[in-house]
């Protein structure tokens, strides 16, 4: 059959290099090019713009001919790929009976995160549940304080807290500091008993196996050369992979030996200095590995088409040098061992809070821990 959608061709292309870059494994590229083939010819055939293949009636009656494994993964990963890319915009309506500060939210939520579509269907259902509790206790949001949402947690603790937790503290942000409504961030207060827990602190890599683990880099490939970057800006700055892979070419500054990062988790902006060792590293990144394009993401994808490299492909970077080096733990190992040095150097707990850019005194003492673990460890061979 003749291809009536050649950039539909084009962009399934670059779609699976995108993946190829992502590192996924060979047999789920081939079940995910095998569903996007058989999608193509679907809207081939039905005579499918491109520009309306997210249409929720489009996708309802592709999946009730799809029974292929993974078909829905293909599918939201390429519409997500396609609107990164804008050339796709989709938009989910709230039914008439919810709040509209909800319906913002959710507009909101959809132009600065990139998720599947069973993930929003999830966040809309637990708003639409928060909704219909306030609307029960008659609270409106100017109302709201912490006892008021663990009572609607408390309610449904049966069910899956941690996802609830995580989507409502997301929500009670967006009310403080986008629409001003609540006189504090609520979200604050909303805290998981787990980061308090004192008897597990972070673990972080001693001397020896930092050294390890620098040795292992390799400077074959553009691969490798983006490995050795990342790995060092995480050991030299403690930045979490998120930040790496939003770092910016804006945001260094190879005169001063600093990096500035305007926007960080919390909202804290912090600049870092950066040692030698790391700016040679990021240079040889640039010349030798980073394609000359005009993006402005210090990281991207090696193949076309050089999209900005996402969290889990710093995490998998740092992760595949660790285990070729035999060096134990995980990515954020790298992060607690920066705290570690921090803290051996003589730097203050507010201090580490600052550079860590974390919003609770009470996660960074955590790391005073660590140093108690350490000493028991050297001077009393515990």
Sequence with gaps: MKNDTPEIDKFISEYLLFLIDREYSSPIIDKYENVLLRFETFLCEHHVDIHHIADQHVLDSFSQT????????AINGFIKFLKYKDVVNFKMTWPDDIHPVFDDYFTFY???????RQWQKYIRKI?????NFLLKKQICFSDLNICIVDSFLEENKSKDSKRYRI???????FLYYECGITDKDLSSQLVNAPIFNQSNPPKFLRHNEIKK???ATSFSTAKDL??????????????RPIEISKITLDDIHFKAGEL???VRKGRNPVTLPLPESTIKAIVAYMVGARPQINERCLFVGLVK???PVSSGLVQNSIRKLMRKANVPGTPYWLRHTFAQNLLESGASIYEIQEMLGQDSIKTTKKYLHINIKLMKEVLFNE
């Design 213 to 215: 683990l620098l040795d």
């Design 167 to 173: 989507i409502i503290r997301g929500f009670l942000k």
């Design 305 to 307: 088409p050089f999209l």
């Design 66 to 73: 799809m029974e292929l494994p993974d078909a829905q993964k």
């Design 127 to 131: 708003l639409k549940q928060f909704n």
């Design 110 to 116: 959809q132009r600065t995160e990139q998720t599947s």
């Design 226 to 239: 983006r490995t050795n970057a990342i790995v060092r800006l995480a050991l030299s700055s403690g930045l």
């Design 260 to 262: 500035t990062l305007p």
